[in-house]
């Protein structure tokens, strides 16, 4: 049911998790110190981790775990969606696409970590917009979950009239 504010926000989590696909997270800089000033950079998206040189991108380890988390959470909250008549089950699952939007946080982070370790001397980290979209996904996800209780209560209330 569309019309419940709830459902907008996980309609609109849905839509950034899947931007989160193509988008990329962040990208390492570095210099390294040889005669000629040679300058590598690696690029983290759900894909995996990227070297780009010149005008190419090569892909030097894939990340399928991105993808199978991001399918799975956008499964998720489709789901959640159509779950309007059953609202503890819908804030039970809004619930756990919070824990896997975490351990998919948690998962770019350590492969940031590794990025950075492929790069040993100093590199310059830049967080681009898809290392951010976790944290827009969990607040939309924590303000549905207030919507389904206020919604719950609304019903318990006007049961308690009856």
Known sequence: MLQRIQSVYLFIAMILVLLMLYIPYCSIYSEQSTSNTQTSSYLLQSKGIYRLQDTQKELITPTPFFKINILLFWG???FCIFLYNNRKLQIQIAKLGILAMM???AAI???LFKMTDLNSSSGHILFLFGWYMPFA???LLVLSIRAIKKDEDLVRSADRLR
Request: glycine content about 8%; some cysteine; charged content about 0%.
């Open 76 to 78: 998720l909250c489709g």
């Open 103 to 105: 351990i998919l946080f």
């Open 109 to 111: 982070n350590f492969q």
């Open 137 to 139: 996904v969990i607040l």
